[in-house]
């Protein structure tokens, strides 16, 4: 295990930093809604991609999707939306750079939650100033898109995807995690580890039902409708994040169930295992299975 060459022991849930592909998308989703960059009957056309000058940025689906809401887009993953929604195109203004990367923050990204670990990754989320410094280069829209889908330099945790996942399911509430559920001291009193708990700015509660309801969708007619099947009302959302060369892409998958009342959040990630549909997916319905057998 020592010398494996998968680093077999390295603790990937907290200090694995990778790209997150579409498991990021809630995330701008509802930060666009609170916002008003979007509303709920806000539809975008989705035919295959967005043209730049030289520059094209696709679809996943050829073609396209057709017009999308938000709920659909989550649903389904298209592209489209989420590159008017964080850059802009046409009518929609976008979040813009400064948007996504606060929006990110709000909710737990690009910063340490702070679980009672060694070793936590922060991940990363780039800025202007940072490709400038580093790199030489201005900052484009074409890089603004790419980081409104989870690609470009967009780094995130295991972790830090639940937690996001979490403040989504639970309404609003950015929790600090722990292994450590509580201490019991000599005389038998239990002593809860306290949790530090902070409210998201990004405003909450009719954005983030609708998505919710774009994330249930995905489970009962889009990317993630292979957990349809149990007996358990689950909502979720799946990512393929791509890595770039000839490597396959990481499958994700992030969701929480039960959808009405929520009490797990769970996130698959398989290091260059392909899409996450297919692949993250599946797993996710064993874990799920195993869950509800036990609780």
């Known amino acids: 295990?020592?010398?494996?060459?998968?680093?077999?022991?390295?603790?990937?849930?907290?200090?694995?930093?990778?790209?997150?592909?579409?498991v990021i998308k809630p995330v701008f989703a509802a930060a666009a809604l609170a916002l008003g960059i979007i509303?709920?009957?806000?539809?975008?056309?989705?035919?295959?991609?967005?043209r730049i000058g030289k520059w094209f940025f696709p679809d996943w689906k050829a073609g396209g999707h057709g017009l999308v809401n938000v709920r659909r887009a989550i649903s389904e993953s298209v592209n489209t939306f989420f590159y008017a929604l964080g850059g802009g195109y046409e009518e929609i203004k976008g979040l813009g750079l400064e948007g996504l990367h606060q929006a990110a923050?709000?909710?737990?990204?690009?910063?340490?939650?702070?679980?009672?670990?060694?070793?936590?990754?922060?991940?990363?989320?780039p800025t202007a100033a940072w490709?400038?410094?580093?790199?030489?280069?201005?900052?484009?829209?074409?890089?603004?898109?790419?980081?409104?889908?989870?690609?470009?330099?967009?780094?995130v945790t295991p972790l830090q995807i639940t937690n996001a996942t979490?403040?989504?399911?639970?309404?609003?509430?950015?929790?600090?995690?722990?292994?450590?559920?509580?201490?019991?001291?000599?005389?038998?009193?239990?002593?809860?580890v306290p949790r530090s708990v902070i409210r998201n700015d990004v405003s909450l509660t009719s954005a983030l039902?609708?998505?919710?309801?774009?994330?249930?969708e995905a489970v009962t007619s889009g990317s993630a409708r292979g957990l349809n099947d149990l007996d358990l009302v689950i909502a979720g959302k799946t990512g393929t994040a791509q890595i770039g060369g000839t490597n396959k892409p990481h499958a994700w998958f992030t969701g929480f169930a039960p959808f009405e009342d929520p009490k797990i959040v769970l996130t698959v990630l398989v290091e260059e295992g392909g899409e996450g549909s297919s692949v993250a997916v599946p797993i996710a319905k064993e874990i799920f299975k195993a869950w509800q057998e036990l609780y």
Request: proline share 5%; net charge neutral.
């Open 209 to 216: 039902a609708e998505v919710r309801a774009g994330m249930r």
């Open 166 to 192: 979490a403040v989504i399911a639970n309404n609003g509430t950015l929790y600090r995690p722990h292994v450590v559920h509580s201490i019991i001291q000599a005389d038998g009193r239990e002593m809860i």
């Open 39 to 50: 509303t709920p009957q806000t539809q975008i056309l989705s035919n295959g991609g967005i």
């Open 131 to 155: 490709r400038l410094r580093t790199q030489g280069t201005p900052w484009r829209i074409g890089d603004t898109y790419h980081a409104a889908i989870g690609q470009g330099e967009v780094l």
């Open 105 to 125: 923050l709000a909710f737990g990204l690009s910063a340490k939650t702070g679980i009672d670990l060694p070793g936590e990754a922060e991940g990363f989320f």
């Open 1 to 22: 295990l020592l010398k494996s060459n998968d680093h077999s022991l390295f603790p990937r849930a907290i200090a694995g930093e990778y790209p997150s592909g579409s």
